[in-house]
């Protein structure tokens, strides 16, 4: 949800509200920037820490050659 800074300062117990019970982030524009205001703790900070799914040094990832599974059959 984004709004101006106007609108924030007019509805601002009703939108701290609506941020805590919901855990959804409010965007407010002010002076051509962007402030964000969301709850600590949210949505992310629950995910659970899966280091397995990865085997080996994740940077190897970036450095695959797929050149030998690319054929000229490609739209």
């Given at each position: 949800m984004?709004?101006?800074?106007?609108e924030f300062k007019?509805?601002?117990e009703h939108v701290l509200e609506e941020v805590l019970e919901t855990?959804?982030?409010?965007?407010i524009e002010l002076n051509g920037q962007t402030l964000r205001l969301a709850k600590k703790g949210g949505k992310l900070d629950n995910l659970i820490s899966r280091p397995e799914?990865?085997?080996g040094d994740p940077e190897d990832l970036v450095?695959?050659?797929?050149?030998g599974e690319i054929?000229?059959?490609?739209?």
């Open positions: 984004a709004m101006s800074a106007s007019e509805n601002i855990g959804t982030p409010v965007e799914f990865i085997q450095h695959i050659d797929w050149s054929n000229g059959d490609l739209p």
